[in-house]
Antibody, heavy 119, light 111 residues
Framework: EVQLLDSGGDLVQPGGSLRLSCAAS????????MSWVRQAPGKGLEWVSS????????YYADSVKGRFTISRDNSKNMLYLQMNSLRAEDTAVYYC????????????WGQGTLVTVSS | QSALTQPASVSGSLGQSIIISCTGT?????????VSWYQQYPGRAPKLMIYDVSNRPSGISNRFSGSKSGNTASLTISGLQAEDEADYYC???????????FGGGTKLSVL
């Protein structure tokens, strides 16, 4: 069974940094692209970033480009999201998701971790 | 790239059928067959219900079906059950730069 366990969410001040982690199990992690998708309180889903199975291809939404960095450690079955220069509008639940590249569909999701950016 | 357009809310009675629409453009929904639908309960992670316009993942009830015409995709839920009450989101592949976009979500109420 595929399991994705998100962690690292916290309350952080504007301009601060945070690193999210996602521990994957139940599938061959190194064989799949992964993504982060976020959801602001009471709002819809927003794609944030994706990384290919090898880590060689990376994509970001314009809203986070230059501030967020996605990475993965295939030896540890871990996905990360380094978030810098955080803004109030980054406040959201962040989900890691297993991505099926063809068709860009997210077929498994973590439980989400809450990031709150506030002074 | 703007979000896909979904109705904010839809309602139906137990046993009835409902349709949720998802309207985009020829650059996204209308340009290929990569539309997905997700179900989300409050406080829970989304769940893939339909992919590639009309395909169901293993374990998803055949009461859920998807279709597309032009720039509008649709999710049909037949034989409404109480547990279908949830938020539903569509998504579409766009291109390599705009990786994927979501609809604004539709709240389904089962009366």
């Amino acid at each position: 069974e595929v399991q994705l366990l998100d962690s690292g969410g916290d309350l952080v001040q504007p301009g601060g940094s945070l690193r999210l982690s996602c521990a994957a199990s139940g599938f061959i992690f190194s064989g799949y692209a992964m993504s982060w998708v976020r959801q602001a309180p009471g709002k819809g889903l927003e794609w944030v970033s994706s990384i290919s199975d090898s880590g060689g291809s990376i994509y970001y939404a314009d809203s986070v480009k230059g501030r967020f960095t996605i990475s993965r450690d295939n030896s540890k079955n871990m996905l990360y999201l380094q978030m810098n220069s955080l803004r109030a509008e980054d406040t959201a639940v962040y989900y890691c998701a297993k991505l099926v590249t063809t068709g860009r569909k997210f077929d498994s999701w973590g439980q989400g971790t809450l990031v709150t950016v506030s002074s | 790239q703007s979000a896909l357009t979904q109705p904010a809310s839809v309602s139906g009675s137990l046993g009835q059928s409902i349709i949720i629409s998802c309207t985009g453009t020829s650059s996204d929904v209308g340009g290929h067959s990569y539309v997905s639908w997700y179900q989300q309960y409050p406080g829970r992670a989304p769940k893939l219900m339909i992919y590639d316009v009309s395909n169901r993942p293993s374990g998803i009830s055949n009461r859920f079906s998807g279709s597309k015409s032009g720039n509008t995709a649709s999710l049909t839920i037949s034989g409404l059950q109480a547990e279908d009450e949830a938020d539903y989101y569509c998504s579409s592949y766009v291109n390599s730069n705009t990786f994927v976009i979501f609809g604004g979500g539709t709240k389904l109420s089962v009366l």
